[in-house]
């Protein structure tokens, strides 16, 4: 049977119509000391759809010749043309450079805007708000070894950062190089989003999904003003509703529901803006970084899945449905010579974004950087 979908302007041909999410026990998890929601481990992982998509590696130029770094934040632009991207500068820290790590690249990868040098030390989400305003997670502070080689360093990270279109900072959340609870501080800010009202929502922290006992842990999601003022904050360290192992990346779908991708717990939890718990989705696997467009199109991108971190699962890019949950398409991992995430088969990105052409942009983190686009097959081809 054969079905359209419309992924931005452009119309893909399905090759069978997506049929929808349905649990099922998973012999790969057996034996393998699982820990996490019991639910998790009844879910058939979802390895095998259609792959309209061509994957094209090393996406992008810097200036200067200037080669990638570690690219997690990437989000497309307000004209739905241009994408953001935060390269780490050239690395995995920005800490001990002076090079702009966000750049604006236009549909053919060139760079036609930068800024933040000295302003950010590990980019790691990034969404543009309504105004086109470019909204920056520095998810941690310097180390004590990179404040030695540059003292300029201490005292930022660990900080939302909000940047006029042009580039100029217009607003702090957190307080630079300190970690802690808000409104005072954040803990690891993995990723913001901005609603269509203005609101501010931040997942916190990172190095949550490492951590086997709520010792230390943060599982934090909080609701900001669009001034700058918290409203509240939901969430512990944990494996329950509204508890989460590293909030990593935020959504929001045309209902105005916020998507968190929980990564150390390898699901995605809907919230209403109040950031009440609405339902748990699996079925888009262990994902770092979710983007869904105006049409609810749910791009999830999963850079760790191994026999070790999700048994059963391949790392790829998963395509589906906001609203009812199915997964249409998987396009696999790409190899290299060492392996995406904490080991397992092949790459693929952490941050993921979409254009108004439905082409996929994904940032690329570890042993394969920078940018790689995802473009769709026409009809006919």
């Not at 920005?94 to 966000?102: I, R």
């Not at 790691?124 to 310097?142: F, L, P």
């Not at 390898?266 to 109040?274: A, G, S």
Request: proline share 6%.
């Amino acid at each position: 049977m054969s079905q359209t979908r419309n992924l931005g302007s452009v119309v893909l041909l399905t090759l069978f119509a997506a049929t929808p999410f349905v649990p099922a026990t998973v012999a790969a998890q057996a034996g393998r000391g699982y820990s996490g929601p019991p639910e998790h481990a009844n879910v058939e992982p979802v390895n095998a759809r259609p792959n309209p998509y061509e994957t094209q590696r090393n996406w992008g130029h810097l200036p200067d010749g200037r080669t990638w770094g570690s690219v997690s934040a990437v989000h497309v632009d307000i004209d739905g043309r241009h994408i953001w991207a935060g390269d780490r500068c050239g690395t995995n820290s920005c800490a001990t450079s002076n090079v702009d790590p966000m750049v604006k690249l236009d549909p053919y990868g060139n760079v036609v805007q930068s800024f933040g040098a000295g302003q950010i030390i590990w980019p790691h989400g990034v969404d543009v708000d309504r105004e086109g305003n470019i909204w920056v997670a520095d998810a941690r502070a310097a180390t004590a070894a990179e404040i030695q080689q540059n003292p300029a360093a201490a005292g930022k990270g660990n900080t939302v950062l909000k940047f006029s279109p042009q580039g100029q900072l217009l607003m702090t959340i957190g307080t630079g190089g300190q970690a802690g609870a808000p409104p005072r501080a954040l803990t690891e800010p993995s990723d913001v989003l901005v609603a269509p009202d203005g609101s501010i929502f931040i997942g916190e922290a990172h190095g949550d999904q490492f951590l086997d006992t709520p010792q230390g842990g943060v599982g934090r999601i909080s609701k900001w003003s669009p001034d700058g003022r918290l409203i509240k904050t939901v969430g512990t360290w944990g494996y329950g509703p509204n508890q989460f192992r590293g909030a990593h990346s935020l959504a929001m779908d045309s209902q105005g529901r916020l998507f968190v991708a929980d990564r150390g717990n390898r699901r995605i939890q809907i919230l209403d803006q109040d950031l009440n718990h609405l339902e748990t989705w699996y079925q888009f696997s262990r994902i770092s970084g979710i983007y869904i467009d105006s049409n609810d199109v749910l791009y999830a991108i999963d850079s760790e899945s191994d026999d070790n971190y999700n048994p059963g699962w391949r790392k790829g890019l998963r395509v589906g449905s906001a609203r009812t949950g199915e997964v249409w398409y998987y396009v696999p991992e790409h190899m290299s010579a060492r392996a995406s995430g904490m080991g397992g088969i092949g790459s693929m990105g952490e941050g993921v974004t979409a254009d108004a052409q439905g082409n996929v942009y994904g940032g690329e983190v570890g042993p394969i950087t920078g940018l790689t686009k995802f473009v769709p097959r026409l009809l006919g081809r």
